[in-house]
């Protein structure tokens, strides 16, 4: 009787440490799981200027490329890049001028949209994408847009996000800047250097937010920090004279639309007064299929809703991309 007891507590406690392994392997292998994929901050020369980026997830993986918008830089896209690159290849630049990039003198540098297109693409290239998704926010799109008429054929996706490519969303805030173009006056220049002060670049964040406990003062503290390096006002006041340049191509962007029809979501923060909801509505016109969601915050929406933009764009890049 003894031996039999014996063997039977032998058996059971044999059989809950396997169980205990089985479990403790199942959590340990939950947890690898859950672990996002690890970010890589690298930099590449390119015409002579250091262009910072941020890399993660397969590099067989389909790409999709982060552009980000003034006055910040792919610090914008810490929060989104870990949700997309358990499958995806994400890329997201800093343009030069911008975050982590270098920042050469305005007057010797072309800081302009065609050739933040032309370093992007380069970029790119290197890294050996040869078609990708594209996240085109604020300056994103006129970068993006550019990158999609050079090269229609390598763009798989567009996810847009408060990114203009229509006269109707140029706007009320826009005046200002409408009189430097008009006339390139150095008092209308100088007006314009309130857009690079600390009060505006927390109005980006703050403005159409309603809980305003949910964005991390961080963040314009971060992007403040960089504008008011020596010589960034300029830089950024030479981009403000040649944002103009973007508008006459709105009809090619609209053509690569309709010609192209890549597949395409729309998250619009609807309360941006910057690029306002206005501007969202007519890509409808040229992509009648595209994916459409009017978002309850401002200009950088992912700051304020990420909880809900996340699914939208991982489910969009599932269905549409990874086919």
């Known amino acids: 009787m003894s031996r039999t007891l014996a063997a039977l507590l032998l058996a059971s ?10 479990i403790a392997f199942a959590e340990t292998a939950a947890i690898t799981q859950q672990t996002p994929a690890t970010t890589h901050y690298r930099s590449m020369k390119i015409d002579g200027v250091n262009v910072f980026y941020r890399e993660a997830g397969p590099v067989d993986g389909p790409v999709v490329v982060l552009l980000h918008g003034f006055p910040t830089s792919s610090h914008m896209f810490r929060n989104l890049i870990p949700l997309l690159a358990d499958r995806y290849r994400v890329i997201a630049p800093d343009y030069p001028g911008f975050g982590q990039s270098d920042a050469p003198e305005h007057t010797k540098f072309e800081y302009s949209f065609g050739h933040y297109a032309d370093v992007v693409d380069i970029l790119l290239s290197k890294l050996g994408a040869a078609k990708y998704s594209m996240y085109v ?17 390598r763009v798989t996706g567009l996810i847009v ?3 203009n490519a229509y006269d109707e969303g140029i706007r009320d805030f826009w005046n200002p800047i409408r009189a430097y173009w008009t006339s390139g006056a150095k008092e209308d220049r100088e007006a314009l250097s ?22 991390s003062p961080d963040n314009w503290v971060h992007d403040q920090a960089l504008l008011d390096r020596p010589g960034n006002k300029d830089i950024q006041l ?25 597949p395409t979501l729309v998250v619009w923060g609807k309360n941006d007064q910057i690029f306002p909801e206005e501007g969202a509505h007519p ?33 969009f890049l599932d269905r549409k991309i990874t086919k």
């Open 161 to 163: 996000q408060n990114g």
């Open 283 to 315: 890509y409808l016109r040229d992509l009648p299929e595209a994916e459409f969601h009017l978002i309850d915050t401002g200009h950088f929406a992912l700051e304020d809703k990420l909880d809900e933009m996340a699914p939208l764009i991982r489910s």
């Open 194 to 215: 309130v857009l690079v002060a600390p009060e505006t670049t927390k109005f980006q964040y703050t403005d159409g937010v309603n809980d305003l406990s949910r964005i």
């Open 238 to 262: 030479d981009l403000f004279y040649d944002y103009r340049t973007n508008l006459s191509l709105y009809p090619q962007i609209q053509a690569f639309f309709r010609d192209r029809k890549p």
């Open 13 to 22: 406690a044999s059989i809950f440490a396997s169980a205990s392994a089985t």
């Open 137 to 153: 926010m604020d300056y994103g799109a006129p970068v993006g847009y550019r990158l999609a008429l050079k090269h229609p054929d």
